[in-house]
């Protein structure tokens, strides 16, 4: 069985800080990509960052230049620096890993429960 325990989300005024974690725990023989997805009310779930195993990264452009996604191969875990963060970026924040399960002995995607990142002005 596999989990993705996410934490680190809270309220966060406008221009301030937040850095989320997520572990990968579980029956896992490899991980590929790690990566955040947040959804905000009424919107459908977008993709915030990812990261390979080799560390190439990728941002969606809202976030470019703020937010800073890093992982730990050794510990299984991805986080998601966000500074200077804005109102827009409210909403419920998802962690996803691409890996391959002893279990399964497929590669498959598995989520996080979801984090809430409230930015208030």
């Known amino acids: 069985q596999v989990q993705l325990v996410e934490s680190g989300g809270g309220l966060v005024q406008v221009g301030g800080s937040l850095r989320l974690s997520c572990a990968a725990s579980?029956?896992?023989?490899?991980?590929?990509?790690m990566g955040w997805y947040r959804q905000a009310p009424g919107k459908q779930r977008e993709l915030v960052a990812s990261i390979t195993t080799r560390g190439i990264t990728n941002y969606v452009d809202s976030v470019k230049g703020r937010f800073t996604i890093s992982r730990d191969n050794a510990k299984n875990t991805v986080y998601l620096q966000m500074n200077s963060v804005k109102p827009e970026d409210t909403a419920v924040y998802y962690c996803?890993?691409?890996?391959?399960?002893?279990?399964?002995?497929?590669?498959?995607?598995?989520w996080g429960q979801g984090t809430q990142v409230t930015v208030s002005s």
């Open positions: 579980g029956s896992i023989l490899g991980i590929n990509a």
């Open positions: 996803n890993a691409r890996l391959l399960s002893q279990a399964t002995a497929t590669i498959n995607d598995y």
